[in-house]
């Protein structure tokens, strides 16, 4: 059974970095052809993909986003980390990560941690 | 970037009606296509992936199809537990997802 839940702060300040954490079970990222990533939706806003982190440590970000995250792993702990700079009131949101299989979906979610950006 | 223009962005039907919601992609996707159920204040669930493929547990009423750059997504027969919102999303590339599709009951 695949599991994934998001972890991190539920309020920071403008300017402030974000760093969430993505536990999961149930699959390893040492898998060839798997992957986690993160997504994350504004309130009554779209869903909006952000990064991905594959088992062979290949990663991709979003390009709007691109300057402002940093994506890794730890195989060991079973860990996805994103971090996110200088963050503004805009990205205010939930933040979920979820499992993909390599085929360029995401079938397994976390339950989301909502963030908010506020002073 | 590639862009998905999905629509409607809301819809209202009565149980037992077909329902279409249709994703366009900015440039040819093959059938690099996925569409998800976001019900409030849940995670998105994977219903379709390669544009035409029935996740495992998914009811049947659920459909998709297309390739290239037009895919449609459909509903034949829309039930109380269908009202969600919708999403397409492409990995053609980089992931992108549609602007969403809230289906209510009329």
């Known amino acids: 059974q695949i599991t994934l839940k998001e972890s991190g702060p539920t309020l920071v300040k403008p300017t402030q970095t974000l760093t969430l954490t993505c536990t999961f079970s149930?699959?390893?990222?040492?898998?060839?052809?798997?992957?986690v990533g993160w997504i994350r939706q504004p309130p009554g806003k779209a869903l909006e993909w952000l990064a991905l982190i594959y088992w062979d440590d290949d990663k991709r970000y979003s390009p709007s986003l691109k300057s402002r995250l940093t994506i890794t792993k730890d195989t060991s702990k079973n860990q996805v980390v994103l971090t996110m700079t200088n963050m503004d009131p805009v990205d205010t949101a939930t933040y979920y990560c979820?499992?993909?299989?390599?085929?360029?979906?995401?079938?397994?979610w976390g339950q989301g941690t909502l963030v908010t950006v506020s002073s | 970037d590639i862009q998905m223009t999905q629509s409607p962005s809301s819809l209202s039907a009565s149980v037992g009606d077909r329902v279409t919601i249709t994703c366009q992609a900015s440039?040819?996707?093959?059938?690099?296509l996925n569409w998800y159920q976001q019900k409030p204040g849940k995670a998105p669930k994977l219903l379709i992936y390669?544009?035409?493929n029935l996740e495992t547990g998914v009811p049947s009423r659920f459909s998709g199809s297309g390739s290239g750059t037009d895919f449609t997504f459909t509903i034949s027969s829309l039930q109380p537990e269908d009202i969600a919102t919708y999403y397409c999303q492409q990995y053609d590339n980089l992931p992108t997802f549609g602007g969403g599709t809230k289906v209510e009951i009329k």
């Open positions: 979820a499992h993909n299989s390599g085929s360029g979906c995401f079938d397994y």
């Open positions: 440039q040819d996707i093959s059938n690099y």
């Open positions: 149930g699959f390893s990222l040492s898998t060839s052809g798997v992957g």
């Open positions: 390669d544009a035409s």
